[in-house]
């Protein structure tokens, strides 16, 4: 029984359902992007990943022959051993005619003037609800609001979306999608009923046949279970879930062996240039890559048409179904309360 679901996230893009593929190094390419926003979700290029501005220029073009649906470029402001170049990348992006920016790490605080001025809507994802609202208050039109399970880095306060999520809606007044352990329509509708709008996946993603990745990557990501990711970085302040590995298991000896006093240059080796290693090649023990816990609800590898048809299938299933089947008529003694 699949559902039309129509939110302020999917009005604010102009989608027709409230799902959002996040950013992904090496993965948020145009085949990912214009797929998701093709099956009506909100597909993003990953702006870093392609290096230049030239390059990231192309990629747009190439999404927009894909595509003839809304999609976004994510930009991501996290430490990096070579500084990408943010203005050209940006100026690349609105350029492109792209109208849509997911942003991460750092608040955009010094773009959004520019932003603005390119009539660019803004999603900002952070975790937590202090970053939440400073990033409201400089003008972000929505939000990403990333819990403890999620891939990727989520932040240092380790608060999951259970809490995260009601907690957000309480103090948000600009829509916002919940992210990290999203999977299947359940997730979509746990999200919406805590306050969300929508719902941000990335893992899942991932494990689809059009995620240019090596199979590699996908398989580990169906044959992991929810006790297989690990927390890296976190000595460094800039936490990451990862996927277990060999790669992943030296960076954990060197934070134990080295306690505070680890640099980012005794990771450097298992962290840096490692996802083109892992992603195009497949060498999974190369080091640390991003992924979820949501890896132990994943058990295949669908088209990215067929898991959104899913997620909504079994969305509209939960709703119209479960839920209003629990819904019983008040008994006299209630409906007596009630009315006193
Ligand atoms: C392989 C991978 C790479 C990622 N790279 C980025 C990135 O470059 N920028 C970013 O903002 N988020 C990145 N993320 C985080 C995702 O956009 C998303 O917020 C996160 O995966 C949500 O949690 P989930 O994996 O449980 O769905 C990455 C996640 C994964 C799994």
Known sequence: MSVVLRTRITDLFGIERPIVQGGMH??????????????????????????????????????????DKPFGVN?????????????????????GGVRIVET???????????????????????????????????????????????GGHPGEDDVPNMVLL????????????????MADGRSLVAALSMGAEGINM?????????????DNVKQAIVAASELDTRLVMRPLRNTERVLNNAGVERILAKERELGSAIRFEDVLEQVAGVYPRVMYKGEMDAGA????????????????????????????EIIAARLSSMVQPASPRVAAQASA
């Not at 990943?49 to 390059?55: A, L, N, W």
């Not at 309480?170 to 919940?178: E, T």
Request: overall charge neutral; glycine content about 10%; aromatic content about 4%.
């Open 26 to 67: 090496c993965v948020g390419q145009a085949p990912l992007a214009a797929a998701v926003s093709n099956a009506g979700g909100l597909g993003l290029i990953t702006g870093l990943t392609m290096g230049t501005p030239e390059k990231l220029a192309a990629e747009i073009r190439r999404c927009r022959e894909l595509t």
């Open 166 to 181: 009601p907690l957000a809606a309480d103090a948000l007044k600009v829509p916002f999608v919940a992210s990290g352990g």
């Open 202 to 214: 990335g893992t899942r993603f991932v494990a689809t046949v059009e995620a240019p990745v090596h």
């Open 104 to 150: 991460a790490g750092n608040n955009p605080s010094k773009w959004m003037p520019l932003f603005k001025e390119a009539g660019i809507k803004v999603i900002h994802k952070c975790t937590s609800v202090r970053h939440a609202l400073k990033a409201e208050s400089i003008g972000v039109d929505a939000l990403s609001i990333d819990g403890f399970e999620c």
């Open 289 to 316: 890559w991003s992924c979820g816990m949501v890896a132990g609800l994943i058990h295949d590898v669908p088209t990215v048409a067929a898991l959104m048809d899913r997620i909504m299938a079994q969305a509209g």
């Open 75 to 95: 930009v991501t402001f996290l430490p990096a051993v070579v500084p990408p170049d943010y203005p050209g990348l940006i100026k690349a992006i609105v350029d």
